[in-house]
Structures are given as structure tokens and as C-alpha cells.
């Protein structure tokens, strides 16, 4: 049984865990077992006994990019946090996967190193981040990744450097293959001025604060653009800002964004995303892609 191993491990675990405060649009879901492992070696005798006893899992980051279209997770979700080291070798930085990445672009243009400044608004992790070649500005984190520390599904640690993993926009090899885990990612930075990469910290905080609507919970845009245009602008073409379906909204500010405006569900904001992308096709013909992972 799951439960005697996590107790006879003295293994950090929450059972029948609500997941509202695990993901940014505070979806009100929850699940059988939400797991925390203290280090590399926990998290791969959890995975193993997981394995062994054929029941589901998912590896969450900060929750800021997921759409728990479920109201119960029948298995177990497994937290990272506790790994979040951070050990820093002249301009190389390696980063565990629990790390928050808003933390790490600060805490790197603290000492002055250049390269993670665009990733200062993404709250995200380090592990997700790498998954999703999370990104702003026209950088992401492929254009600074040196090598990514991955769990195999075989249990195995490997190294795979960045040519490896065929990044490409908000995609990679871990994101397509979600049996490889991110332990730790290491990055190449070059030295910078703090007092610039701060300012140009603070512009772009002042531009999202005015362009996207933080003050609802929500996790970043919906829809990749198509190529040379922009899923805001179309929807907003399309008269959907302000459309709401049982709490999730199209925003007001920017339509590109779904916010949650009261008590909405997974499946509110799937019913949403469907609604908005038959318009998009009637209107434009075109069938636009998800940027959100739906969790089923
Ligand atoms: C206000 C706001 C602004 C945003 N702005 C941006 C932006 O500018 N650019 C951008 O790219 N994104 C943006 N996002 C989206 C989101 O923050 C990023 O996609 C981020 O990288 C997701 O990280 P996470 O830890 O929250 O991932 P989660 O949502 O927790 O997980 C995402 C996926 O990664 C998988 N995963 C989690 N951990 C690991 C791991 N260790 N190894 C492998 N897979 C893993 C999960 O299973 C899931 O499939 C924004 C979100 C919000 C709410």
C-alpha cells in the first residue's frame, strides 16, 4: 500500500490534498496523495514503488500553466519544491527543478549575471520551465540552457545537453515525452550590468502590470499565436472579452488571457477555450492551439 510506504519512509505526503493553492487559476480540485520528496534519491524510490503498484502520477511545478479539468486525481501528485538548490560555478548556474525561475532571474541579475531577465514574470519552476521552453521578449530558456539533468522512465539519471533536447517554441523533447523528468537544469550566463537588467526588469513588471489581468487568478496566455498574428487580437475580433461561462472569462484586458472570476471548473474553462476557438475558426478558418496542459 502506497500509504504505509510514505509512512514507513517518513515520506512528506498530503492525503485526499486539495489543489487549489497548487494551481494559478485556483481550480477547486484535489487529489488522492500529494507527495513532496525530500531529495533525488526519495523521489526515485516513490517513482519505483509507483510503478511497481501501477498507480498514476504527475510531477507539478508552480501550476501556472495546467487546466485540472478533474475534480479528483485518483493517484498521486508529486511536489518538487524541496528541491530548489542553487549552486553557482563562474558564469555557469545550475538550478534544481523546484526552483522558482522569478527567484532565480533575480537572484541571478543580483550577481550581475545575464540571460534570465526575461524570465523575471513567468512563475513558474525550473523543471516545468525547461519542459515548456517557457519564454518572453524573444528569449526563452533554450537560448540559456547549457544542460538538463533528466529521470529517465527507466529510473536512470542521464545528462542531455541542449542540442539534445529539440527545443523549439514553448516545446522540447521532455514536454513531448512526459515520462522524462527535469531534475536540475544548469545555465550559461555572461556578466551584465545589475543596475540595467534591473531597470529593464521594472519596465516590463510596470507592462504586464498594465497589459494582463494579475489581479485574477489565471495561468498566462491560453493559445500559442499563429504564425504572424496574435490569438488576442482574434479573439478579441471575435466580441469574446468579457464572455464568461459559469465564472471563467474571457479578460477585459487582454483575450488572450481566461481568468477565473469566481468558482469556475476545469471544465468551465475547457467549455471556454472550445467556445472561443469554433468562433476563431468560423471567423478565421483557423484552429488555434493550446499553450495550457490540461490535467486529466
Ligand atoms: C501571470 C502569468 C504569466 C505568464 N507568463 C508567461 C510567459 O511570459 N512566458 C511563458 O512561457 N509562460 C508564461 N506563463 C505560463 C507559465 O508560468 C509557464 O509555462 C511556466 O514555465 C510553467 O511552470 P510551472 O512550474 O508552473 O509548470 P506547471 O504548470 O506546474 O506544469 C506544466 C507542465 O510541466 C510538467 N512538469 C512539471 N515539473 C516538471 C519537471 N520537473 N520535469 C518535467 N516536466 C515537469 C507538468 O507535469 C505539466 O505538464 C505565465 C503564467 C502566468 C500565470
Redesign the pocket.
Known sequence: MIKSFFDNGKIKYIENASLKKY??YRIDSSCKYLVFPKNKEELINILRELKKEKIKY?????????ILSMDFYDGVIIK?DDLNKVTYNGNNVTAE?GCS?IKLSLETVEKSLEGLEFAS?????V??????????YNS?MSKVIKEVEILDDNLKITKLTKEDLNFSY?DSL??QN?K????STTFVLKEGNKEELMSKIEERKHK?MTT?P?NYP????VFRNPKNMYAGEMIEKCNLKGYNINGAEVSEKHANFIINKGNATGKDILSLIEKIQTEIKNKYGIELKL?Q?I?K
Do not use: C, H, Y
Open positions: 494551481n494559478s504527475l510531477v507539478l511545478g508552480n501550476g501556472s500553466n495546467i518538487l527543478a525561475l514574470g513567468i512563475p513558474g519552476n523543471g516545468a520551465s525547461t519542459a515548456m521552453n517557457a519564454g518572453a526563452d514553448r521532455i514536454k512526459n522524462l523528468i527535469v531534475l504586464r494582463q494579475l489565471n495561468a498566462g496566455s499553450e496542459i490535467v
